[in-house]
């Protein structure tokens, strides 16, 4: 399968512990996207990866959260001091543009974050 | 800035009946729309997109949409429905001349259900 991969796929952890989720793109996709799907809502916009430069971050990100794609290829956002308001679907999406073009997202099956 | 809105929560057909999921846009420029479809433990899957030309876009699965710029709007269309294209319906939107690069913003969703 050569779509967007996720892992983990479900975590669990305590209020206060650091989690971090990794993402791995279609491979020739040179953007990559983090949203946040909670229920009954659609994806937020998190944060925008051209290759390797983390071009845009929504003011929902907050300095908790980070994210990094350190050779434009997989990704990894990370949760410090989580909440249980950050409980909620972590999705990622690739795609494939340049310039001022912009094409349809994959996404990835999504890790689902619950805080105790 | 850019928003998009889902009116319909829920959207029953009977199965061979046309189906309509409608979706309403705002943009300061022009639009880049899409429209996505997720199943149940699945995740996001690309329908179709309108990015210029032709108002009527045929996408995946029989879907098409239109464009209607006057209206602002950009509805889902199918002309049978089928019990499978029952699912969780995303419309998405983002400002071509936006200074965002990155950023689409997503509607709260359609739940679709087609009952035999």
């Known amino acids: 399968d050569t779509g967007v991969s996720q892992n983990p796929r479900h975590k669990i952890t305590k209020r206060g512990q650091n989690v971090t989720f990794r993402c791995d793109p279609i491979?020739?996709?040179?953007?990559l996207y983090w949203y946040r799907q909670t229920l009954g809502q659609g994806p937020e916009f998190l944060t925008y990866?051209?290759?390797?430069?983390?071009?845009?971050k929504s003011r929902l990100l907050s300095d908790r959260f980070s994210a990094e794609r350190p050779k434009g290829s997989f990704s990894t956002l990370e949760i410090q001091r989580t909440e249980q308001g950050d409980s909620a679907m972590y999705l990622c999406?690739?795609?494939?543009?340049?310039?001022?073009?912009?094409?349809?997202?994959?996404f990835g099956p999504g890790t689902r974050l619950t805080v105790l | 800035a850019q928003s998009v809105a889902q009116p319909e929560d829920q959207v029953n057909v009977a199965e061979g009946n046309p189906l309509t999921v409608k979706c309403t846009y705002s943009?300061?420029?022009?639009?880049?729309l899409f429209w996505y479809v997720q199943y149940p433990n699945r995740g996001l899957q690309f329908l179709l997109k309108y990015i210029t030309g032709d108002n009527l876009v045929k996408g995946s699965y029989g879907f098409e949409a239109e464009f209607n710029k006057s209206q602002t709007s950009f509805h889902l269309k199918k002309p049978s429905a089928l019990v499978s294209d029952s699912a969780l319906y995303f419309c998405a939107v983002r400002d071509m001349g936006g200074t965002n690069a990155g950023k689409s913003t997503f509607g709260d969703g359609t739940t679709l259900t087609v009952k035999p």
């Open positions: 943009v300061s420029g022009n639009p880049y």
């Open positions: 990866f051209q290759n390797e430069a983390q071009l845009e």
């Open positions: 491979s020739e996709h040179n953007r």
């Open positions: 999406a690739s795609s494939l543009g340049h310039g001022g073009s912009y094409n349809e997202q994959f």
